[in-house]
């Protein structure tokens, strides 16, 4: 990724990417830590984060930025309003001295903490691309791993990659083990207790390792993250059998420091593994937006759907602007990449700022959206709430993806409308008949009675015309119906249709006025529903 996207990608609220002047736009590789105890930190491509930058003292900043551009960094991040003192002059904004020294500064506002900007780096630098999967020499490293933790704790070891898939166990004689490790081994996949997502939340978001109880039939375990520098690339669990009170008994030296030396250990083995799936990804999801956008190059088609499959459902997602946006985002794309990647094997998937797009090659929307109503359940609520899904129907992959790119958006709109969260074209037909007429609408406004102008005005006299209308075709037509809903005596719904009547047209008991008025008012009143910025 290019660092001069990294402000367009996130959003100038959470951070400001401020270049030399005429320095060339450097690739973004990876997002290390500065440590002042390592001299590891940092590396070629490399964004370094000074994570302290605001409490450190001038020197030790000054020897930092130093390290940076000694390593071949291509930019230092970090928080807003940091000074460096001068002798006999005012103090220096850091991002100025960070441009002569001939790198980017990345500037964070205050608001935003370091792990949710790892997270998203993460996110775009193509965590949730294709499945992490291994060599042969790898693996047996890891299931070499996974044998040493278990001789110490006595329970079983699992090593998962960031789509909770499984990729070495424990096999040690007498190991514990419970029902959902054994399921979790048979199918190479992390098991869905209903506990698990919250887990998996607590062990990602933790510096260390975290044990939890035994839960119904599911024995005690500890776990800790492995990562690669900022880069979360897995998970490692394991059994813990003495673990039943974790408040009441820590964790044993012994215990602690071989997990802490797994994790390592661990994420040494796959870094090479995740890597190489992050450059698959990249290609991938850059092939895709080509054919989106109608530019499609020769063997885009291949990289896309290597299985070959005709066609294929779009999925468009936009979250709503606010100051969660991003970390929204992140998380709705996490899992929707972790659980549509079980089921589709040739998954892409990409964001643009608050945009979430997937390719997912397949015959049956419905199936592709039962898949997509499962893993929003796994969202939190508060970002869970605010989105809305579309699905296009299936497309043909060489053709028609520009296609089925509008129609996804179009159905993610009109979903706002409604009390569906996930829109196909099959659940909003209705919405997309008045979207329709809507367009037809705005392409001439000469097309719109007046009097349906002066029902859509709340304080106009013939807004009651138009509640009274339109409950009057929800009924069938039915007056005592109409004037149960209304709350008003059959004879003033007989008035207000027969008043209706003789402002539209004929009033011979042709009731075509009636419906045209009633779709207007229906295609004019979507337009008022839908969010300012999407359209349809």
Known sequence: MRLSTLEQRLGSDLVQVDAPAGADDPLIQALDIYDARSGEAGGEGTLLSIVSADAMRSDELLRALRAAAGKGCVGVAFKSGVEVPREGSVPVPFERLVREAGLVAVVLAPEVNWREFDALITRLLGENARSLTLAPSTGDKLFAIANTVARVFGGSVAIENHQRDILAHSSVLDQAID???????????AGDAPVNERRYREVLAANGIVRFERYRSFLPRAAIAIRAGAIPLGTIWVLDPDGEDPAASPLPPERERVLRQAADLAADAMLGEWQTSTRDGARREAALRRMI????????????????????????????????????????RTSLGRYLATYVPDLVLFSDGNEITALCPAAQVETVREWVVAALSEVDGAARSAIHVGLSDPHPLSTGLP???EEARRLAALASGVAEQVGTVARLRPQLFFAACLSQLELDSRLVLPEVRQMLDAGSPLAPL?????????????????AARLQVHEQTVRYRIRKLRERLGPADGDHRALLIAWAQLSALRLQQSLPRDDGV
């Open 466 to 482: 138009a509640e009274t209308l339109e409950c009057w075709l929800e009924q069938a037509c039915s007056i005592s119906r109409t």
């Open 403 to 405: 296609r089925a790119n």
């Open 179 to 189: 029902e959902l490790r054994t399921t979790g081994i048979l199918f190479r996949r």
């Open 293 to 332: 956008a109608g530019a499609a190059q020769p063997g885009d088609r291949e990289i896309v759907d290597p299985s070959g499959l005709a066609n294929g459902v779009l999925l468009h997602c936009a979250v709503p602007r606010t100051q969660s946006t991003a970390v929204h985002t992140a998380e709705i």
